[in-house]
């Protein structure tokens, strides 16, 4: 039985809902991650100080501790608070339990980085499956609550996505204690793929609900087969990626296409013209932009064109454009929503996500001009670590103030 909102309204203010911790341990976690990976790039360089070596690949390390480390504490953050509202659970997650996950996956994510600089390799794998598991469990734990919402068609897609990106962790843990590229590179694609999937099925319900409740004109909709369709293409797409030749390459090419052109599709639908209208609504469009962008350039990538770092390209434009801006946006979303606070994020946050969106492109232009330096790293991507950690310092200064004040 759920309990009722004056139980709720008991309890400190950080324990009402979970993202009023998860959020903010995100932004503090993104902080740690990209100061760690600016000092390595400086490093290499020959431009800062000596960092220590680890002993997963430096990017290994890093591109984890993003993926299912960041942008994972932000999911976990939105999904265990708006899901079981949605499925008509609106309190019946204890306090509890939210927080025992936060502290194990904070030890999981503590454990990744003692072994990676302490020289134990099989702890960080250890440690990186251990966070797997917990994101696997919270998708069978929140699994049980879809027959009871009113139309489980969304919330099926959101925790399968999540349940992939979790099996997607395990696998590259793996990968990290065989030392295997290629499995590495399928675990990465998977677990982005997966992240991508669980933010559009969500954007696929609240863009258009965000819109109508601010913008009385508004007239967009939902596609109705638009979930299926993506959840077929990216499951295709992961097969077609595990599969070594040339024709599964050009095929998988084929696939990424054909989901940039239906991503594209579905956000037209969603009347992207009315909905720029509301900033907060709009802004919910970039990283569905990014989406969209990264996709043709994984496609075009597989089709054998390229162009400076264009291997990683596309990992950076779905990773950090897209997974990274709609963190943000959701969460100043949620943050000023349930607080009480009227949603215009003002100009200190709107210059957060265009500081961001600076990053993105920072990382992505880079390796059109500057030659590769030591280790494969480009000389000038570590201002796109600077201008990220702007962005995140904004957001934490700004908007921590707004999770110990009431609904």
Same mark, same amino acid.
């Given at each position: 039985?759920?309990?009722?909102?004056?139980?709720?309204?008991?309890?400190?203010?950080?324990?009402?809902?979970?993202?009023?911790?998860?959020?903010?341990?995100?932004?503090?976690?993104?902080? %740690?991650?990209?100061?760690?990976?600016?000092?390595?790039?400086?490093?290499?360089?020959?431009?800062?100080?000596?960092?220590?070596?680890?002993?997963?690949?430096?990017?290994?390390?890093?591109?984890?501790?993003?993926?299912?480390?960041?942008?994972?504490?932000? %999911?976990?953050?939105?999904?265990?608070?708006?899901?079981?509202?949605?499925?008509?659970?609106?309190?019946?997650?204890?306090?509890?339990?939210?927080?025992?996950?936060?502290?194990?996956?904070?030890?999981?994510?503590?454990?990744?980085?003692?072994?990676?600089?302490?020289?134990?390799?099989?702890?960080? +794998?250890?440690a +990186?499956?251990?966070?797997?598991?917990?994101?696997? +469990?919270?998708?069978?734990?929140?699994?049980?609550?879809?027959?009871?919402?009113?139309?489980?068609?969304?919330?099926?897609?959101?925790?399968?996505?999540?349940?992939?990106?979790g099996?997607?962790?395990? *696998?590259?843990?793996?990968?990290?204690?065989?030392?295997?590229?290629?499995?590495?590179?399928?675990?990465?694609?998977?677990?982005l793929?997966?992240?991508?999937?669980?933010?559009?099925?969500?954007?696929?319900?609240?863009?258009?609900m965000?819109?109508r409740?601010?913008?009385?004109?508004? *007239?967009?909709?939902?596609?109705?087969?638009?979930?299926?369709?993506? +959840?077929?293409?990216i499951?295709?797409?992961? %097969?077609?990626?595990?599969?070594?030749?040339?024709?599964?390459?050009?095929?998988?090419?084929?696939?990424?296409?054909?989901?940039?052109?239906?991503?594209?599709?579905?956000?037209?639908?969603?009347?992207?013209?009315?909905?720029?209208?509301?900033?907060?609504?709009?802004?919910?469009?970039?990283?569905?932009?990014?989406?969209?962008?990264?996709l043709?350039?994984?496609?075009?990538?597989?089709?054998? &064109?390229?162009?400076?770092?264009?291997?990683?390209?596309?990992?950076?434009?779905?990773?950090?454009?897209? &997974?990274?801006?709609?963190? &943000?946006?959701?969460?100043?979303r949620?943050?000023?929503?349930?607080?009480?606070?009227?949603?215009?994020?003002?100009?200190?946050?709107?210059?957060?996500?265009?500081?961001?969106?600076?990053?993105v492109?920072?990382?992505?232009?880079?390796?059109?001009?500057?030659?590769?330096?030591?280790?494969?790293?480009?000389?000038? *991507?570590h201002?796109?670590?600077?201008?990220w950690?702007?962005?995140?310092?904004?957001?934490?200064?700004?908007?921590?103030p707004?999770?110990?004040?009431?609904?």
């Open positions: 039985m759920a309990r009722s909102p004056d139980a709720r309204a008991e309890r400190p203010v950080l324990l009402r809902e979970p993202y009023r911790l998860f959020f903010p341990a995100g932004a503090l976690y993104a902080l %740690i991650v990209m100061l760690g990976w600016g000092l390595w790039l400086l490093y290499l360089q020959g431009l800062g100080p000596g960092v220590p070596a680890p002993t997963i690949p430096p990017g290994w390390l890093h591109g984890h501790t993003l993926v299912w480390g960041v942008l994972q504490l932000f %999911i976990f953050g939105f999904i265990l608070t708006a899901l079981p509202r949605q499925c008509r659970h609106p309190d019946e997650i204890p306090p509890r339990r939210w927080i025992a996950l936060l502290v194990a996956f904070g030890v999981a994510q503590g454990g990744i980085w003692l072994g990676a600089l302490g020289g134990w390799a099989g702890l960080a +794998a250890g +990186a499956a251990l966070g797997g598991l917990l994101v696997l +469990a919270t998708a069978l734990g929140l699994g049980r609550w879809v027959p009871d919402a009113g139309n489980p068609h969304q919330p099926r897609y959101a925790i399968l996505a999540l349940g992939l990106s099996v997607a962790a395990l *696998t590259d843990a793996v990968a990290w204690g065989l030392g295997n590229a290629a499995l590495h590179g399928w675990a990465v694609r998977a677990g793929y997966a992240e991508v999937g669980l933010a559009l099925a969500l954007l696929h319900r609240l863009l258009p965000f819109a409740n601010a913008i009385p004109e508004y *007239t967009g909709a939902q596609g109705p087969r638009f979930l299926p369709v993506l +959840a077929a293409g499951g295709v797409r992961l %097969i077609l990626a595990g599969v070594p030749g040339a024709v599964p390459g050009l095929l998988g090419g084929a696939v990424d296409l054909f989901l940039a052109a239906w991503v594209a599709r579905e956000a037209w639908r969603w009347s992207p013209a009315t909905a720029l209208r509301r900033w907060l609504v709009g802004a919910k469009l970039v990283p569905v932009a990014w989406f969209v962008l990264g043709v350039m994984s496609g075009l990538v597989a089709w054998g &064109m390229a162009w400076p770092d264009a291997g990683r390209a596309w990992v950076h434009a779905l990773g950090l454009g897209g &997974m990274a801006s709609l963190a &943000m946006v959701f969460s100043t949620v943050s000023l929503g349930h607080a009480g606070q009227p949603l215009d994020p003002g100009r200190l946050l709107r210059a957060a996500l265009w500081l961001l969106q600076g990053a492109l920072a990382r992505l232009l880079a390796p059109l001009w500057t030659p590769a330096g030591q280790g494969g790293m480009i000389a000038a *991507t201002w796109a670590a600077w201008l950690l702007a962005a995140f310092a904004i957001w934490l200064v700004r908007l921590l707004r999770m110990a004040e009431h609904s």
